[in-house]
C-alpha cells in the first residue's frame, strides 16, 4: 500500500448540453437518472474501498460533465462515503465543477453544506457573443452573479475562461482577462481554445466556418496571459493553471506529481499502487453499460494494466514537465525503477537544455517558459 495520500475523482456524465468543443465523456439524457447513477457510484466506491483499505485520502473532485446537476444531497452522501471508507487528511480538499447557470448557482449553498470545500465554476468567456460561440448555457450576467455567490460562501474557488478564440485580438483579451481577475479569488486556470477530434468544432473548424489564431499569435496571447496574471498576484504553477503560492488544486497536482488516484464513474481513469505494481485503471465509458456493470459485479471497471517502467517513465515526464517545479529526479527514479538517462534520449536532452527549453539543476529537470510553449513536440523527442 502506498504511503502517499491518495485523490479520488468522481465523474458525473451528464450534461445539459454538449459543449460545442468539448471531447470529454459527457452526455445529454431527457432524463437523468440521478438515483440510479448516484447508488451505482456509492456501489463502486465501497468496492474499491473493500480492495485498497484504508488509504490516507488527500483530495475529492468531482468532474464531469455537470456534477452541479447532482442534488445537494446526494453529493453529501458520497462525500460522507469517501471520508468514511478512507482516512480523510485534516486539510481534505473538495472540490465540486459547477456551470454558473441561475439553477446550478442556485445550489451552491447546499453544495457548501454538503462538505464542498472549494467550487470550479466553467465560465470560459465574459461576453454573450463568446458564450453562445462556446455553446455555453449561461450568459455574462449570470457569470459574474455565480463568481460573487461562491466569493461568499467558499474560502477557496477556482473559474475556467477559454482563449485564442477566433477574432480574438491581445488587447480584447487582456481586457476580458483583466475583468476576470479582478472576480477571481486564489486560483484561474485559463485553456487556449483547441480543435479536438470529433467534435463540432473540428467539423465547423475544418470546413473553414472559422479560423484560430496561428503559433506566433498564440504564442504571444499565452506569454502575455503569465504577465497579466503575476500582476494580480497570481503565478502560473502549471501550463494553465495560476493560483496564489498555497493556493494550487491539490488534486490536480496528485496527477502532475504522478501520485495516486483513483478515478470511479463512466470511463474514469486511474493509476493505483498495489504492492510493487502500478497499475492503470480504466472504467466503461458509456454510463449506461456502466451503470449495469456496477449493479452485476460491484464496479464498472473494465482496463487494469500493470505499467512497465518505461511507460511509467513517459507518463510522469508528461506529467511532471507541465507544472514549473518540474521533476524531482529522485522520486523520478523511485516510482519508475529508471534513471533519467535511462528514459530519455541524451542528444535531445542535451540540445533541450541548450537551447533553454529545458533546466536540469542538481536533482530538478523543469520546463522553461518555452520549453512549456513546445512541450509535446519536444516530449516526443526527447521521451525514448
Known sequence: MSAEP???YIHWPFCLAKCPYCDFNSHVREQIPEGRFVKALRAELAYEASRLGRRKLGSVFFGGGTPSLISPENVAALIEDATSLFDPADDIEITLEANPTSVEAGRLHGFRQAGVNRVSLGIQALDDVSLRFLGREHSAKQAVAALETARNLFSRITFDLIYARPGQSLADWEEELQTALTLAADHISLY???IEQGTRFEALFRSGKFSLPDEDEAASLYQHTAEVTSRFGLA?????NYARPGS???HNLTYWRYGDYLGIGPGAHGRITEGDDLFATRRHRAPEPWATLVEQKGTGQTQKESLVAQ????????????VTEGLNLTRFRERTGLTLADATNSVILD???EENYLTLEGNNLRATAEGRLRLEALLGALIR
Open 6 to 8: 491518495l485523490a479520488l
Open 192 to 194: 487556449q481554445l483547441t
Open 236 to 240: 502560473g504553477y502549471e501550463v494553465s
Open 248 to 250: 494550487e488544486s491539490r
Open 311 to 322: 511507460e511509467r517513465a513517459r507518463e510522469m515526464l508528461l506529467m511532471g514537465l507541465r
Open 351 to 353: 540540445a533541450a537544455c
